[in-house]
């Protein structure tokens, strides 16, 4: 692809298109000549954003400026310069109100032309250096737990009161609402910030790995114990122990990890040495930790133990109005990752809110990322969404690029529930990526858009 800036010349004028355009060529740009708005909204789709757009007022097929000004949100992020004929100053200024970056006027003289250009350009490629250094400056506490509803904003304003102190904390809420993102925030805004964040998932290491994985073992301590080895807690010692999905806990290690609560010392699995460990503890559980206990299925004790402060995620379709922003916090990492522009349309946009996210940011992160796969020219339309057939599920980035599972519609069916039928088609879709990577549980995290441990997490949940 050119480096060279790429401008739109938007102008009814066949001679001017040529005259203007030739002369911009010679200067070192690229240049696309159209003769209405909706050539220069196709040519948009085409070649994607202008860097600069010079736009004639008076346009077939109304020749109606103020049908034309109503287009210019569709260049919205990139400047403007209104191409006037006499005696449209009012209408130029009226433009400038409206956003244009400046005017100039018919007969154009060629180097007005190029000082006015160059100095767009060089405005909007210093706004935009600006705004990558301000996206690329690492978000830090409470900050990156991403929303402008009211649970989100009260997330936010408790991590940051709960985070300098050891309280216990524990995180409850559906799949994919950020619970870990917390978790991870609670610990980079303490004390222990400079120490180790380790996460544990209670449910997918085997019951009888759990203990050895925790409190670490002996030599000799079991067949196949060939040496000394250190468990997760002495390795969060100085930091914070991020006990995931720990109502999936089994019951014999609940016992176990109460002691360890109550009196900060434990033996190594066949050690005969205390050890005594200074580790603040963050729990998270999207099952009702409460509900568990009154079944039995959780010890009270424990429950108690670790709850300390308790903070409670939502399902994203309960605050839709976090949509936009969390989609413009992922372009933007998708645009530093990939270090290219990434513009949504706004119907687009439209059908991100429309739509409901059973397997909430997650699912809402990994649908955008597969679009952002297979859009062209760095702008995400409607096209490519229904190109990827989102009326099921969202699969991953790589698996919707280039090992696809076939999706049969016919298996499609009203009389299971949604949420029954997105597990059969994750369960379908873990199963493809693990077979695709040949059992490898990072690549098939990688096929899938999703991270080892998300992985890993799932195939326990679902017994893949
Ligand atoms: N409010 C948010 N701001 C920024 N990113 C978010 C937010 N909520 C979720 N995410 C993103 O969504 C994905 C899932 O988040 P996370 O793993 O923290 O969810 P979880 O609630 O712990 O899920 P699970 O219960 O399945 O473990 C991550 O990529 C995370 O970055």
Redesign the pocket.
């Given at each position: 692809m050119s480096d060279k800036r790429y401008i739109l010349l938007v102008d009814d004028e066949p001679a001017f298109r040529e005259l203007a355009g030739s002369w911009l060529s010679q200067q070192g740009f690229r240049v696309k000549s159209v003769g209405s708005v909706s050539e220069a909204l196709e040519a948009k789709q085409i070649h994607g954003r202008p860097d600069l757009v010079l736009l004639d007022l008076s346009l077939p097929p109304h020749f109606d400026p103020q049908k034309t000004l109503l287009a210019m949100p569709e260049f919205e992020g990139c400047p403007i310069i209104i191409i006037t004929g006499h005696a449209e100053r009012e209408l130029s200024l009226q433009a400038i109100a409206q956003g244009a970056w400046d005017f100039i006027a018919k007969p154009v003289d060629p180097d007005m032309l190029a000082v006015v250009v160059r100095r767009a350009l060089a405005k909007t490629r210093l706004e935009r250096e600006l705004q990558r250094l301000q996206n690329t400056a690492p978000k830090h506490g409470a900050e990156?737990?991403?929303?402008l509803s009211d649970n989100?904003q009260k997330i936010r304003a408790l991590i940051e009161r709960i985070a300098p102190t050891d309280v216990r904390v524990l995180v409850t809420?559906?799949?994919?609402?950020?619970?870990?993102?917390?978790s991870r925030a609670l610990h980079d805004l303490s004390t222990r910030a400079q120490g180790p964040f380790i996460s544990v998932h209670c449910g997918a290491i085997p019951a009888e790995l759990l203990e050895s994985e925790l409190f670490g073992h002996v030599k000799g301590a079991f067949t196949g114990a060939e040496k000394d080895k250190q468990g997760l807690l002495t390795l969060a010692d100085g930091g914070t122990l991020f006990l995931?999905?720990i109502g999936e806990m089994p019951a014999p290690m609940q016992v176990k990890l109460l002691r360890v609560l109550q009196e900060g010392t434990f033996y190594a699995v066949g050690g005969r040495t205390l050890q005594s460990i200074d580790v603040r503890i963050v729990s998270?559980t999207?099952a009702d930790l409460a509900e568990l206990v009154s079944q039995n299925a959780f010890r009270e004790d424990l429950y108690y133990r670790i709850k300390g402060v308790g903070i409670e995620?939502q399902a994203l379709d309960k605050r839709p109005q976090?949509i936009p922003i969390?989609l413009q916090?992922f372009i933007s990492d998708l645009e530093r990752k990939h270090a290219r522009s990434l513009a949504l349309s706004s119907d687009a946009l439209q059908w991100f809110r429309n739509r409901s996210w059973p397997g909430?940011?997650?699912e809402l992160?990994n649908t955008l990322e597969s679009v952002d796969a297979i859009c062209v020219a760095g702008q995400i339309t409607l096209e490519e969404i229904n190109l990827l057939n989102f009326d099921v599920p969202a699969t991953s980035i790589e698996s919707s690029r280039n090992t696809s599972l076939p999706i049969n519609r016919e298996n499609i069916t009203l009389e299971e529930s949604l949420d029954v039928q997105v597990q059969k088609l994750e369960i379908r879709l873990i199963q493809h990526a693990l077979k695709q990577s040949a059992g490898n549980k990072t690549q098939a995290a990688k096929l899938l858009g999703l991270s080892r441990q998300?992985l890993i997490?799932k195939i326990g949940r679902y017994g893949v």
């Open positions: 990156v737990y991403i929303g989100a809420g559906p799949s994919g609402t950020g619970k870990e993102v917390i995931d999905e998270a999207n995620t976090d969390l916090t909430n940011v997650r992160k998300g997490k």
